[in-house]
């Protein structure tokens, strides 16, 4: 994704500036259309080292509690019926956070100057996402401001919870292979090279699996250069690779697939699209601006060509049914849901349920995970210990059997 700086005038003739983050020009241009301001310019924005300047600067990154903080604030200070420029500075004033005092700075000065507060929302991308703004759009032009707040802080806190289960179910994982990986190579590097200069000094016939080893270790340890250099080379490809539009797809499928988290991915993947389309058709945002709005919160580009392609079935006039069917996402049972939504006229709350189901399933899915897991990282642990004790101490046990005469 990219920053682009626009230029354009809305519906009343007035000159809109700002930034926005898309992946291509052609998806500016849809987007401001879809905003009713029509484009003069649009160029690339030249970014040099943002995030370490704000860091230095100020001290303080942005991230997903500081926006779940605000949107909690602004909702109740409109609901306790305080003005919105001064909702805006109490906020500012009472936050300790230097980026988003300065945030909030740039906001108020944006609105002095008559823009809407959903335009000036967009100038910052990189805080408020298309999702976010378009929502405060919708309460700006139906008065329920106050509502789409609550709302917006509704989907933060879930999406903010469906990220933390995620990672809490990975970190276990990662914790037991990077914990594998560091012994293996303190074998490899430090172990087995001693026991290898010791053998050699006698001069004596080694067994089959003690040779294996000790040829690993001894290519391990004399192209370790190499093989460094091939590894920091593989990974700058891979992340070049998933960011072009082929590789992010790819990647995105492939994490679907994935053994044990796969499922997990894919739930949460999956609440977090039914949560986010629910809460934009409650809060009155078109039904297929919904699906473009929600294909860019899923994160994922696999689904994101998923959405779009339903956007498409519904766009032709296909029911919301019938487009889930052909996306090939959802169980039958969900799909059975959203039919009855459909025929009841509750599409939004069957939307929510559906939500709920998969986050029941994902917090089962995380529950079950570390006792598949554990049981099978612990054998390959003790096969691999087991592999490695053999190959060092059978030709000891060997020599000891030849110096007390017994057959071995």
């Known amino acids: 994704m990219e920053q682009f700086e626009y230029n354009g005038r809305n ?27 029509s484009p003069i310019q649009i160029k690339p924005r030249r970014v040099f080292l943002k995030h370490n300047i ?56 944006d609105l002095d100057q008559g823009m809407t507060i959903s335009e000036t929302f967009s ?20 008065g329920r401001l106050e509502e789409i707040f609550a709302l917006l802080y509704q989907q933060l806190l879930f999406e903010r919870q469906m990220s933390q289960k995620t990672k809490s179910a990975l970190r276990y994982p990662y914790f037991v292979l990077i914990s594998i990986t560091l012994a293996i190579a303190i074998m490899v590097f430090f172990v087995i090279p001693v026991f290898s ?44 690779y998933i960011k072009c539009p082929e590789g992010r797809y790819n990647w995105g499928k492939l994490k679907l697939k994935l053994p044990f988290v796969g499922p997990i991915i894919k739930k949460a993947t999956l609440a977090r699209f039914c949560r986010s389309l629910a809460i934009a058709n409650q809060s009155g945002v078109p039904i297929i601006q919904s699906f473009t709005l929600v294909s860019r919160v899923v994160d994922n580009a696999y689904f994101e060509k998923q959405i779009l392609a339903m956007r498409d079935g519904v766009t032709r006039g296909e029911s919301l049914l019938i487009a889930a069917q052909s996306a090939v996402l959802f169980t039958p049972l969900e799909l059975q849901m959203i039919a009855v939504g459909e025929m009841t006229g509750e599409v939004d709350e069957m939307l929510k349920q559906v939500a709920d189901l998969y986050q029941d399933e994902l917090e089962y899915e995380i529950s079950r995970l570390n006792e598949t897991i554990e049981p099978l990282l612990l054998s390959f642990m003790g096969v691999l210990v087991l592999i490695v004790m053999l190959g060092i101490f059978l030709p000891i046990w060997r020599m000891g059997a030849t110096a007390l005469g017994t057959p071995h």
């Open 54 to 109: 704000h860091w230095l600067q100020h001290g303080h990154t942005l991230e997903i509690r500081d926006l779940l903080l605000f949107t909690r604030q602004m909702g109740t200070m409109i609901k306790s019926g305080v003005p919105l420029m001064e909702a805006l500075r109490g906020i500012q004033n009472s936050s300790k956070n230097r980026s988003l005092i300065q945030l909030l700075r740039n906001v108020c000065h």
């Open 197 to 240: 200069h010791f053998y050699a000094s006698f001069n004596a016939p080694l067994p089959l699996l003690t040779r294996t080893l000790l040829n690993v270790s001894a290519f391990f340890v004399h192209y370790s250069a190499l093989l460094i250099v091939i590894f920091f080379a593989a990974a700058y490809a891979f992340r070049r």
């Open 11 to 37: 519906q009343s003739g007035k000159s809109v500036r700002g930034r926005i983050e898309s992946p291509s020009v052609a998806a500016v241009a849809t987007w401001l259309k879809t905003q009713g301001i």
């Open 123 to 142: 100038h910052h991308p990189d805080f408020f996402n298309d999702y976010y703004v378009s929502m405060v759009k919708v309460g700006e032009e139906s």
